[in-house]
Nanobody, 124 residues
Framework: EVQLVESGGGLVQAGGSLRLSCAAS????????IGWFRQAPGKEREGVSC????????YYTDSVKGRFTISRDNAKNTVYLQMNSLKPEDTAVYYC?????????????????WGQGTQVTVSS
């Protein structure tokens, strides 16, 4: 069974940092673009960041540019989201998703592989 498992969430004060991990198993990780999404209570899910090795693409939504960094270690089948200078408005459940063909513009479809999510809470 294909799996994506997020970890690294938690409670942090504003200005702090967290590093989320998205570990993949049972599929050829290199062939996929991996995206991070988040959903806060009462809000729609939004795309946060994405990385694709096929064309060297990384993407960040405007609200996290300069604060979040996405990276991947294909040998470990893991994508990371380093989150610095966290703000209370970053509070959400964070999900990763994997899409093929490996294009960031495609990540986020219901047919993609999705993880179960990890909670990030930033206190003021």
């Amino acid at each position: 069974e294909v799996q994506l498992v997020e970890s690294g969430g938690g409670l942090v004060q504003a200005g702090g940092s967290l590093r989320l991990s998205c570990a993949a198993s049972r599929f050829t990780f290199d062939d996929y673009a991996i995206g991070w999404f988040r959903q806060a209570p009462g809000k729609e899910r939004e795309g946060v960041s994405c990385i694709s090795d096929s064309d060297g693409t990384t993407y960040y939504t405007d609200s996290v540019k300069g604060r979040f960094t996405i990276s991947r270690d294909n040998a470990k089948n893991t994508v990371y989201l380093q989150m610095n200078s966290l703000k209370p408005e970053d509070t959400a459940v964070y999900y990763c998703a994997a899409a093929r063909p490996p294009l960031c513009g495609l990540v986020g479809r219901p047919s993609d592989y999705w993880g179960q999510g990890t909670q990030v809470t930033v206190s003021s």
